[in-house]
C-alpha cells in the first residue's frame, strides 16, 4: 500500500528550506549548504562573498575530514563584524571583488591549483590577513573542531596537564615503557 503526502524527512527538509528562504528574503541573504545540512543568514555579506569566503577558508587551512560547517563559523564571524563595521565590509566585499577579478574568472569557478596561486599573490595584503587570522580564531577556537582531532580542550580547571596525561604517548604504536610510566 502506497501512502499519500509527505513523509517526515520530506517534511522535515522542505520546512527547513522554507524557513531557510523566509530568512533570506527577511535579511537580504543566507548561505545554504549545498545538502541543505545546514544554512547561515548573512546581515553584511551577499551569498556570493558568503560562499568565496568559506572557500577561501578552506584553502588555507584544508582538513579534508572536515565539513564546510565548520568553516561556516568563519564567514559567520567575518559577516558579524562587517555587520557592525563599514570598514570591514568594505574590506571584505572589495577583497572579494579583488580574486574574482584576478584572472578574469570568477575565484570560486577556478581549480583548487590556481585559487591557491591568487591566493598567493594576494598574501601580504589586509584582505588576506583578515580573512586567515579570522580563520585561524574562528576555525581552532571550535570546540567541535577540537573534539575531531582528538583534542580534549584546555585542562586549567582540572589543575593542568601534569596529573592528566601530559607524559603518556600511548597514541604512539610502540610506545616505550618509560614514555608512559604508570598512574602510581
Not at 19 to 30: D, H, I, M, T, Y
Not at 56 to 75: C, E, F, I, N, Q
Not at 77 to 95: P, S
Amino acid at each position: 500500500m502506497k501512502r499519500k503526502g509527505m513523509n517526515r524527512r520530506q517534511f522535515l527538509h522542505t520546512s527547513g528550506l522554507a524557513a531557510a528562504g523566509v530568512a533570506a528574503v527577511a535579511s537580504g541573504a543566507v548561505l545554504i549548504a549545498p545538502d541543505g545540512a545546514w544554512a547561515l543568514q548573512l546581515h553584511a555579506l551577499d551569498e556570493h562573498a558568503a560562499r568565496t569566503l568559506l572557500v577561501m577558508s578552506r584553502r588555507l587551512y584544508p582538513h579534508d575530514t572536515l565539513g564546510d560547517m565548520y568553516y561556516a563559523k568563519v564567514v559567520e564571524d567575518l559577516d558579524g563584524g562587517a555587520k557592525d563595521d563599514k570598514d570591514l565590509a568594505a574590506l571584505l566585499r572589495d577583497g572579494v571583488d579583488t580574486l574574482d577579478k584576478a584572472v578574469g574568472i570568477t575565484w570560486l569557478d577556478l581549480s583548487e591549483g590556481n585559487q591557491l596561486k591568487v591566493l598567493t599573490g594576494i598574501e601580504n595584503t589586509p584582505f588576506f590577513q583578515k580573512v586567515r587570522g579570522q580563520t585561524v580564531v574562528s576555525l581552532y577556537n571550535n570546540p567541535l573542531v577540537w573534539r575531531h582531532f582528538g583534542y580534549e580542550g584546555p585542562s586549567y580547571q582540572f589543575g593542568g596537564y601534569i596529573n592528566r596525561g601530559f607524559n603518556d604517548l600511548a597514541w604512539l604504536p610502540e610506545p616505550p615503557e618509560t614514555a608512559s610510566p604508570k598512574a602510581g
